[in-house]
Nanobody
Framework: QVQLVESGGGLVQAGGSLRLSCAAS????????MGWFRQAPGKEREFVAR????????YYAGSVKGRFTISRDNAKNTVYLQMNSLKPEDTAVYYC??????????????WGQGTQVTVSS
């Protein structure tokens, strides 16, 4: 198992930047692909970005491609989401997730508690 704790959320003006961090417990962090999802009020949780176990491959939702960057530091058991050119529609609770599959389709997925990101216009 792995436990995930997100940080770095907050209030930012449109056009601004934030960097989210997700710290993972355990000694098997490098065994998990990592991803970020988000859920806006009244909407379903949606995929944002993911990164493979070794960090070589990344994949983004179309709505954030070119603005957000996912990265990981396996030595620090941490995954990051750098968010630039933020828009009000990026406002949501952002969740970190770990999955045993690089394509995020395994039966073993773990979630963090979420961190709020609010973008004002």
């Amino acid at each position: 198992q792995v436990q995930l704790v997100e940080s770095g959320g907050g209030l930012v003006q449109a056009g601004g930047s934030l960097r989210l961090s997700c710290a993972a417990s355990g000694r098997t962090f490098s065994s998990y692909a990592m991803g970020w999802f988000r859920q806006a009020p009244g909407k379903e949780r949606e995929f944002v970005a993911r990164i493979s176990r070794g960090g070589r491959y990344t994949y983004y939702a179309g709505s954030v491609k070119g603005r957000f960057t996912i990265s990981r530091d396996n030595a620090k058991n941490t995954v990051y989401l750098q968010m630039n050119s933020l828009k009000p529609e990026d406002t949501a609770v952002y969740y970190c997730a770990a999955d045993l599959s690089d394509t995020f389709d395994s039966d073993s997925r773990y979630w963090g508690q979420g961190t709020q990101v609010t973008v004002s216009s």
